[in-house]
């Protein structure tokens, strides 16, 4: 019997930018791969980290705390961090727990790296 992934990734470079989308569960069984991909986003230092949650159909507490670990390590090595397009659940989810302040939102990836709060210069 072939199980298949229940979570997938892929990151694109956009300028001085990386998004890196989810599609699937953010459940026990992805946080591996999320980390992984999270890890090898910041790893390269972009000036900004967006996380397209568009494709995430079911976000549980290790979804949550894959993103606050990333979000943490982006604060320390100064990288912006947003989310983009997270579904109602993920965002229920987000403000259940309290952490929705914490993380700037996008509607879609093109408008996360375009947008550059006052006093920065583009990539």
Do not use: W, Y
């Amino acid at each position: 019997m072939t199980v298949l992934p229940c979570l997938k990734s892929e990151t694109v470079r956009c300028g001085d930018a990386l998004v890196c989308s989810f599609a699937g569960d953010m459940i026990i069984d992805g946080g591996p791969l999320a980390a992984e991909a999270l890890g090898a986003a910041l790893d390269q230092r972009p000036a900004l980290l967006a996380v397209d949650l568009a494709g995430v159909d079911l976000f549980t507490s290790t979804g949550l705390n894959l993103l606050l670990e990333a979000r943490r390590r982006a604060l320390d090595d100064r990288i912006r961090f947003v989310l983009v397009a997270p579904s109602p659940r993920t965002v229920r989810v987000l403000e259940l727990t309290g952490t929705a302040p914490l993380f700037p939102v996008h509607a879609t990836a093109e408008d996360a790296v375009r947008h550059r709060p006052p006093g920065t210069a583009p990539g």
